[in-house]
């Protein structure tokens, strides 16, 4: 049912093989070779994405790479880690031709030269279904420094870098529930399209948990809350807000909820003592306090110190 | 268009944190932490198995995951690796129900664990496509020692492990295509469900060059006469058969096309001086040489050694 494997060939040696780093063996021999710095350790994550759930059937191809390679990127920027290179299984099928596959590839090529994150292996197959690609990024930290969700404390200030809820809303654009002046929507449509990993943030030794925010900003937390046994309480109107995100919500406060549970924004959320203020450098990316962490389980929503409810915490793949 | 999230977790809760290793972080923190043993550099590889391509969409669900994971042990077995563990992208669709996830939550568990390669992450999805399962896994070898596919040389002699054939002809008799006496037919279709990896073969400091016989051995040997840039001869009568497939090409010789361009075999090729020949210990895997490194380019199948002409040299999936 599928193509010939001669076409596998053809195609990693057309496209891929240009991508290669020095640990793919030439991507022939079916592995690659890993080796970390002197007293790092590896850290590992796998993501899947899929045409008609996690991007849409039509998005550019070079904008379809580039943010399943970025959304791998963004997790092991939450642990701390530098990266290292990837390995990238790809299910295409029938309706994808060369050129598809030509900008699929510069747009892959594009982000691995610029995050310094070689192509090391993986595999190419077909099927009938939506094509489908799952990135295994490698990273490195130093032994034992990788930052966790399972590290938060009683008393840590809660902060995040960014902006939140930019992706959602450009995705409401997308799926016209939304109607925004051009430049608003271009900006939120870009962000949806194109997250920004924060490989520079430099939390180590500094947050005593982190993680991406992937799932929406109410629901990573909730993970972090859960695996540190902590409560966390989010000050609604300090979580930061791009300028035509605050717009939208200004004209509509019901988008508030979209910002909190849409997800999508590979911004890092992490916790760190009160003390280590003062090494928190805000620049780029930017980074702002956004609540408290206490004890107790689960993550209230407070706007002016009074609680809120949300209909919905979580995000759902649409 | 797909399950909501809060399923994954409980998918993963349920099934898969069961089978975590130690770097799993209990399959809580979208990522891994590995660091291979001192002097040691790890070895990657990722293959994709779908629903209807790579197996039947009917097979037992533990076999699949056993399958898919056998899969890539074969791959570090080939580079002399051993298993240190693996991610896990699945795909699921809604046809697939808690009793199927439970089998084959059970098959992957029971083979994680006699192969001593934990589940150290991945991601799990849902699609309207056909099931697709991306088994990522690591091994390590001493570095500087794994065995590549480049590396054979002119006067080498050609191992194989095992016995080649089986499973092509297993797959034969599960689509009717072929009709044998019944415990041949299970024999062979055994082999077709579950490969037998060659982890043990010890053959890191003997072989010039490995691989592992997936594609077809005529196609496998061709890859690696590319990679080494040399030629090699086959000589077909030496290629090791079950007592099975014997039969099967003795009553029909037609079928050596079947067994020699099959694939899925499996086993391990490899190429070794001659001066090794004592140092190739034949027991568990018995080990056969079926041919001989030349100058040149390419793959000679010969009989009786006359070249013989091979209409198809390489594996198209069905």
């Known amino acids: 049912m599928s193509a010939p494997r001669s076409g596998e060939f053809d195609l990693i ?78 299910t295409l099928n029938p309706g994808i031709d060369d050129t598809w596959l030509e900008l699929y590839a510069r747009g892959l090529g594009q982000d ?18 939506p094509l489908t690609i799952t990135i295994t990024a490698l990273g490195e930290v130093p032994a034992g420094e990788a930052l966790l969700r399972s590290g938060a404390r ?23 529930d939304l109607l925004l002046p051009r430049e608003d929507r271009a900006a939120l449509v870009e962000r949806y399209h194109l997250p920004r990993p924060r490989v520079d943030a430099a939390l180590r030794g500094i947050a005593n948990a982190a993680l991406d925010v992937s799932d929406g900003l109410v629901a990573d ?10 409560a966390i309480v989010l000050d609604r109107d300090a979580v930061p807000l791009s300028q035509a995100a605050r717009k939208a919500v200004t004209k509509d406060p019901r988008l508030w909820e979209r910002v909190l549970a849409g997800g999508d924004d590979y911004e890092i959320a992490f916790a760190a003592p009160e003390s280590a203020a003062a090494r928190i450098v805000s620049g780029v990316p930017p980074i702002t306090a956004i609540g408290r ?19 919905s915490t979580g995000y759902r793949h649409r």
Do not use: W
């Open 293 to 311: 962490v206490g004890a107790g389980s689960g993550v209230t929503v407070t706007v002016n110190g009074t609680p809120l409810a949300l209909s």
């Open 221 to 230: 937390l909730g993970h972090m809350a859960a695996a540190s046994q902590v």
């Open 112 to 129: 691995a030269h610029a995050y310094g994150m070689p192509l090391l292996g993986g595999d190419t197959t077909m099927s009938h279904g």
């Open 154 to 176: 009683a008393g840590d200030v809660v902060y995040v870098t960014g902006t939140i809820g930019d992706s959602a809303l450009g995705l409401a654009c997308l799926k016209g």
């Open 13 to 90: 040696a057309r496209f891929f093989a240009p991508l290669a780093g020095p640990g793919a063996l030439g991507l022939k021999d079916d592995a690659a070779l890993v080796k970390p710095s002197p007293g790092c350790e590896l850290v590992l994550t796998a993501d899947t994405v899929i045409a008609g759930v996690h991007f849409r059937e039509g998005d550019p191809a070079d904008l379809i790479a580039r943010k399943a390679l970025r959304v791998n990127l963004s997790d092991l920027a939450a642990k701390g880690a530098r990266p290292i290179g990837f390995l990238h299984a790809l």
